[in-house]
Structures are given as structure tokens and as C-alpha cells.
């Protein structure tokens, strides 16, 4: 896999429900459209919802990984809703 540079890195590690969704589309809002956002996390139900709600406001995931235990890497493409 081609190594992805993050444009900005979001790191919402210790955080629960619903501070890493929240503070990851507010991230994605102020963002240019193909800017890359990373989000570091550790929080299982926001590993599966924040690629779910990124379809919903048009950004593209671009990959997401667990880098160890519950520590995951999600990578977004901001749509540039600005």
C-alpha cells in the first residue's frame, strides 16, 4: 500500500461516545477538499461509525488500521465542504 501523508492528525485517543464522531466531522468541515485528515483512536463503536457517517457528508475514507490493540488509524480525503 502507497504510504498516505496526513494533511492534519486528530488524535482522540481516551475519548468515548460521541467526542471522536463529533470532533472528527467538525475536523473534516474546516478542511480543503482533498486534504487528508488522520484520526488516531481508541474507542471501538467510533471505528465503525465515523466511516458510516463519512458516506453521509460526502468525504472518502481512504483507509483504516489497527496499529495495535484497540488503537486504530483512520484516514479521510476531506470533501471540502467549507
Known sequence: MTEITPTKTLDVCGKICPYPDMNTMTTLKKMEKGEILEVLLDYPLSVERI????????????????????????????????
Open 51 to 82: 466511516p458510516r457517517n463519512l458516506k453521509k457528508q460526502g468525504h472518502k475514507l481512504l483507509a483504516t488500521e489497527q496499529i495495535d490493540g484497540p488503537n486504530h488509524r483512520i484516514l479521510i480525503e476531506a470533501h471540502g465542504l467549507k
